[in-house]
């Protein structure tokens, strides 16, 4: 079973290119971040007429997440227990966003997720970022809890260089999101309940990067970061046999920002 994470950065904009990357690639489960688009506006027929079953959870032009999969969509969850809210507006109602879709996908427990940013370290939205992460990590250790053999792959987008090895230049980023100590901290606090890092044993090295910005030529300049990961449970990380990052992808007119992440599974699935 091959398993990828892709933040897609407007699934309408690119959807020619992840079709085309599909058939390539020969995915079988494929999450997707910042899909910007509500439900009705997915283009939903362009995958299953390459015989993918589509979920998707969207609520305007931000964030949304997908799950395609040719081996099976089953149990679908919009949302871990005990997600976070967010209102950007002083005053409002706090509402769930598009940031995590959960299914069963042959046998495996499959969450597409997009960490919030955080912004700075001074903004609200920053609170927001480590209490959802810290709401993960509970959800996440609860899962294992209940059946220490569980499949699960928490993949995606998670707006987090856990290294300093994961940044093109640390001191680029001093004072910044996404190294700091606490988001740092909160990655930490998912891999120790029990989900491992699969990606990194097989793309080792400093400048080994997800992610490179569209301003200042910073994928040609290869100044990047390593900001998307596929973490997995005790019993799918035993199954995993390679792993790579489809930098190609970042090439060309009308690249996402974000390169495909891809998991190798071998054996058999759990009942999930």
Not at 170 to 191: D, I, K, M, N, Q
Not at 256 to 271: N, T
């Amino acid at each position: 079973m091959r398993l990828a994470t892709w933040n897609v950065n407007s699934i309408r904009t690119r959807v020619d290119r992840v079709a085309a990357w599909l058939q390539r690639s020969d995915v079988d489960v494929l999450a997707l971040q910042e899909t910007k688009c509500r439900d009705d506006q997915f283009p939903e027929s362009r995958f299953t007429d390459l015989g993918y079953e589509v979920a998707h959870v969207g609520h305007s032009q931000w964030n949304g997440v997908a799950l395609l999969s040719r081996v099976g969509l089953a149990d679908v969850e919009v949302g871990f227990p005990g997600m976070p809210s967010w209102s950007a507006k002083e005053g409002a109602e706090p509402a769930a966003e598009a940031r995590a879709l959960g299914a069963t996908c042959g046998g495996v427990r499959v969450w597409s997720l997009y960490v919030p940013n955080g912004r700075t370290l001074a903004d609200p939205h920053y609170r927001y970022k480590l209490d959802w992460l810290g709401a993960l990590r509970t959800a996440a250790g609860g899962w294992l809890a209940e059946d220490a053999g569980a499949q699960v792959a928490l993949v995606g987008d998670w707006n987090i260089a856990p290294q300093d090895d994961d940044v093109w230049d640390v001191r680029v980023f001093a004072g910044a999101t996404h190294v700091s100590e606490p988001e740092r901290a909160a990655f930490r606090a998912v891999v120790e309940a029990g989900y491992a890092d699969v990606v990194r044993p097989h793309t080792p090295g400093p400048g080994v990067y997800t992610y490179w910005d569209y301003t200042q030529l910073r994928f040609p300049r290869r100044e990047g970061m390593r900001i998307d990961f596929v973490l997995a449970s005790p019993a799918l990380a035993a199954r995993v046999a390679g792993a790579r990052i489809d930098r190609e992808e970042r090439k060309g007119k009308g690249a996402s920002d974000h390169a495909p992440v891809v998991v190798e599974l071998s054996g058999p699935g759990g009942s999930g």
